[in-house]
């Protein structure tokens, strides 16, 4: 292919007679359709694809690759087709060198482009900013096929590139573009105070601006880096405004119904079955109006009974439930929903050694903290009483200590036991359900009639387990350590199937405080004038009375209190700094400033999972703060099941009857799937309360759960029952606790 060029000085590229570059030739030749490699012909050498028609391509090919071959009947429109384009390829390189002469000094430039025939043509210019440390560069392109440009001289082809309607109306439109952009972001930072300014903004914009000359990538990081400058610059004021408003250093001050009553505190220390409550409910029944605060839903609706049957008008309130008795003014709640600026004559707290639960001591701090009554009656074990004086002391309120003795002796049992010599009238404790129901079995093969009591029961099937105990249906009962927490269990010996539990976290040795509180509940005044502890199936006597006598590090006089932000908290500071970002709002407060003081944030990250969810949907602030304080378990597979339908219907905003959570026919379920139902009435019931537009069917929800509470107890006492027909269960299999020992191995 013959190639001349003139005086380059006159005119742009022409023929040359430049031989083709080998390279070029096989790039140019393996883009067309026609041609194709032996191997993908199928044949190993480039001879043989002669009996399939196809024949050498016959152009120059850099070694090793002239493997190419071509239809013997479209070689010839081939190769015209190729040295069109190898033609076309040639010209477009000498149009580059042409474009490196002619164009120097202009603003516009020629470069390659991906197609070997297309070239791009370039304009360049700087946009300086106030603030800016350096100007920002910006670049428009197109691309033009190099025929179009060939034979311009040097002065035409500049002409021609400088003055492209093209280039100069985009670049006008990327000037346009970034200076609205950097407009915008100025305005952001504008009248800052406090080193946010444009200025912490501008490095960040111009080392981002290196390198990238595009507009649309340009802006694309300018954005992203001014949303985390944004996030930055809320976080730091958040947290400025979190340390200077609310002050958690401070926390007493956030109470100040509580602060101007000079309240007076009272004490009531003692071990279990030493007659605290009794002590604080005939408190609460000589008041003109007062509040109970129990850690267990089921103890606070005991309360409330009590109260009721022994002439105090009492309603409850809790997460997932609201009676409401007319003419009541007093209120038997559980501790979470402690309302802070509704004084009474006396408030009670109850188990105040449950400050130094690391998941729920945030709920005793505050109640300690913002009790709005006259005389706050606090209950619990004898370990707390350093760290509630040290409370005192620091809140300048008078405090009364009143320390009760135990009713009745209380003994370790100095062996033990096996699973034989369980007794009726005995409480085994457990601490999951699952094992719970291993016991359970274990109990019932050995021909012992069991009443079960945990967490995930409904406190309608709780009662009904506990009654059946009391009344001597079942013979034993299994429970969790929540029969530490004034369950009205009595019972003649407590035995421990294990000595650890699993805290949420890790699987921890139980403290000398559960311990106390567990065992205490063995004997009572009236019933078993003694009382008796030990351990059952596994761990040693020796063990339990190391961990008796092992001090309690939780409750010392210098552990700090955890306390954590509230709803109306946050709704504060996410209208100080702006943001609907739920996660940003905790954040803000995990890092807040305590030193000197009593207190420490507590664990947030249950919340901060939560709200990472609720940051993902289309829900208002107000709905989010709502949702983030729903009494769910994440953990939880079935719950979290259950919560990401409440926000489904929250974020769609159409009404979700209770059909769509728990199903209108029970027939047939098992115990779990009951246990599963019954929560997600709970989680219904909570959300109808928050959402009532949402979730309407809040009396229907009531009649639901009993039904479920009512086949649950009933599945759990017919399994536990015994008769005298009744053909006993197999025994458990090998590998539980309880399963008959084989005649080798090593005795437990």
């Known amino acids: 292919m013959d190639m001349t060029s003139p005086d380059p000085s006159h005119a742009g590229p022409s023929n040359t007679s430049e031989p083709a570059d080998p390279h070029l030739v096989h790039e140019l030749a393996s883009a067309h359709p026609d041609v194709v490699t032996a191997a993908a012909a199928g044949v190993a050498r480039v001879a043989h694809g002669e009996g399939l028609g196809l024949v050498p391509l016959g152009l120059p090919l850099p070694k090793g690759k002239r493997d190419l071959l071509v239809p013997a009947e479209r070689r010839e429109a081939v190769l015209l087709e190729i040295q069109g384009t190898l033609d076309r390829a040639r010209r477009r390189n000498a149009l580059l060198a042409q474009g490196r002469r002619a164009l120097e000094g202009w603003s516009t430039s020629l470069h390659p482009a991906d197609d070997r025939t297309r070239v791009r043509a370039v304009r360049s210019e700087d946009l300086p900013w106030p603030g800016l440390p350096a100007p920002v560069r910006l670049q428009v392109s197109r691309a033009l096929d190099a025929m179009e440009l060939a034979d311009l001289t040097d002065d035409d082809l500049a002409l021609r590139l400088e003055g492209d309607p093209a280039l100069a109306t985009a670049l006008e439109d990327a000037l346009s573009r970034t200076a609205a952009r950097l407009h915008r972001y100025a305005g952001e930072a504008e009248g800052a105070e406090d080193g946010w300014t444009f200025a912490s903004l501008a490095d960040r914009l111009s080392r981002a601006a290196r390198n990238r000359h595009g507009v649309d990538e340009l802006l694309e990081r300018w954005d992203r880096e001014f949303a985390v400058w944004r996030r930055e610059r809320a976080e730091a004021r958040g947290r400025a405004y979190v340390d200077r408003h609310f002050d958690l250093a401070r926390f007493e ?39 109970y605060l129990a850690p267990l839903r089921l ?9 009721n049957a022994e002439g105090t008008l009492a309603s409850l309130l809790t997460g997932e439930e609201a009676i409401t008795t007319p003419g009541a003014r007093h209120t038997a709640s559980t501790i979470e929903v402690m309302d802070p600026d509704r004084p009474v004559e006396v408030a009670v707290i109850d188990e105040i050694q449950m400050l130094a639960d690391p998941d729920r001591g945030w709920a005793w701090t505050a109640a300690l903290m913002g009790a709005p009554a006259e005389t706050v009656y606090i209950l619990g074990a004898p370990e707390a009483r350093p760290l509630v004086e040290r409370v005192a002391d620091h809140l300048g309120e008078r405090l009364e200590v009143i320390e009760l003795e135990r009713k009745v002796p209380l003994t370790l049992i100095d062996r033990r036991l096996n699973w034989e010599e369980v007794e009726p009238g005995d409480a085994l404790i457990a601490f999951s359900r699952r094992e719970i129901h291993t016991v359970r079995d274990t109990l019932r093969a050995k021909g012992l009639s069991v009443a079960a009591v945990y967490g995930a029961l409904a406190p309608e099937v709780r009662r009904r387990e506990a009654a059946r105990f009391l009344s001597g249906e079942a013979d034993v009962v299994v429970a969790t350590d929540a029969i530490g927490m004034g369950l009205n269990l009595p019972c003649r010996r407590v035995l421990f199937t294990a000595l650890e539990k699993f805290d949420g976290t890790s699987v921890r040795p139980l403290s000398a405080t559960e311990v106390k509180q567990i065992a205490g509940r063995a004997g009572r005044f009236g019933k078993f004038e003694s009382g008796e502890f030990g351990v059952v199936g596994r761990g040693t006597p020796q063990a339990l009375r190391t961990l008796l006598e092992k001090a309690d590090g939780r409750l010392r006089a210098d552990a700090p209190l955890t306390v954590r932000p509230t709803r109306a908290m946050l709704a504060r500071l996410a209208e100080h700094i702006g943001t609907e970002e739920t996660v940003l709002l905790l954040d803000c407060f995990a890092d807040a400033r305590t030193a000197g003081s009593p207190y420490r944030v507590g664990d947030l990250s249950g919340m901060r999972r939560l709200a990472v969810m609720l940051d993902e949907r289309r829900l208002a602030l107000p709905a989010k703060l709502d949702l983030l304080l729903i009494p769910a378990d994440l953990e939880d597979e079935a719950e979290a099941r259950i919560l990401a339908a409440i926000v489904g219907a929250v974020e769609a905003g159409e009404p979700s009857p209770l059909g769509r959570f728990v199903p209108a026919r029970l027939d047939g379920l098992d115990g779990a799937a009951l246990e599963g139902l019954s929560r997600a009435c709970d989680l219904y019931y909570w959300a109808a309360r928050k959402f009532p537009t949402l979730f309407p069917e809040r009396e229907a929800v009531r009649s639901r759960r009993g039904e479920i509470s009512r086949r649950l107890a009933d599945l759990l006492a017919t399994r536990g029952a015994r008769s005298a027909g009744q053909r006993r269960e197999p025994p458990p299999k090998a590998g539980f606790r309880g399963a008959p020992r084989k005649r080798f191995g090593p005795r437990r």
């Open 253 to 291: 001050r956030l109470f100040p119904v509580a602060r101007g009553l000079g309240r007076r505190l009272v004490l009531v220390v003692g071990p279990t079955n030493s007659g605290k409550t009794h002590h604080a409910i005939e408190a609460l029944k000589g008041a003109w109006d007062g509040i």
């Open 299 to 307: 103890l606070a609706l005991e309360v409330m009974e009590r109260l």
